[in-house]
């Protein structure tokens, strides 16, 4: 799994003066201290605090994942009350999701040298909250296990497309092997149709705008998705035409 970009929203750290390079003493470890395990985080090289603040929360929520033992996208807000700044994040893998909540913000400072700022974040979560949250995820790993077996079960499925949409039915195989399908040169066959693909240019923005309706059919069942693809050409606009259909796809898709 890959950990990909988080988005943040802080409230808490609001301005604050650039100081000379001093590394808070904490930086670089994480440790528990009776009920509250910290997690620190160190930015790279900088050329704004809001940069700094940002990967450094990243780095630091990324040890958190970490000590639960996944690599995981980060989605997080901050929520202020009266004790003080607390987060919610919220973690997903491909098919994992799991909720922390009230991760403190502890402290956060930067450094600067030669016009170039680091940013070092302390934050820190109640362990009981981490044991939950491990415990949740340990659930949701053996349902998607027996998941996928029931999957495999069905048996080796065969992609049967038009030939000019070879790149479709390429991300079309690899969303379902992904989702614990077996696709195959030969099985059951999965039919997809592309029913309508238009595209016009934006006179206004001077961009392609692409529209894809393409229909699945399996076991005598259809599924009809829409997707929009914008570009400079109509090639990029298509290809993201693409992307954006698949991503409409669930993973139970072939299921009845």
Known sequence: MKLLPVLLFLAFFGGGCVSAPKVPEWAGKNWQEQERVYFSGISSLCTDIACARQEAYQNAVASLAA????????????????NGQFLTAVFTSSSQEVALRQIQAEQFSISSYQGKIT?????????????????QLRLQALQQASQRQKRLAKG???????????????????FLTQAGYAVAPEGKALYLKVERFSCRQSQMQK????????????????HVYIAKGFGRTRRQARQEAVEGWVAQLPEEILEK
């Open 67 to 82: 000590y639960l033992g996944s690599t995981v996208s980060v989605h997080t807000q901050s929520v202020l009350d009266n």
């Open 119 to 135: 940013g070092y974040i302390l934050i820190s979560i109640q362990k009981a909250e981490l044991e939950r949250a491990r415990a």
């Open 156 to 174: 080796p499925i065969v992609i049967r497309s038009p030939r000019a949409w070879a790149d479709l039915a390429g991300k079309l195989n690899h």
């Open 207 to 222: 961009i392609q705008i692409c529209t894809l309706q393409a229909k699945l059919i399996f076991e005598n069942t259809e």
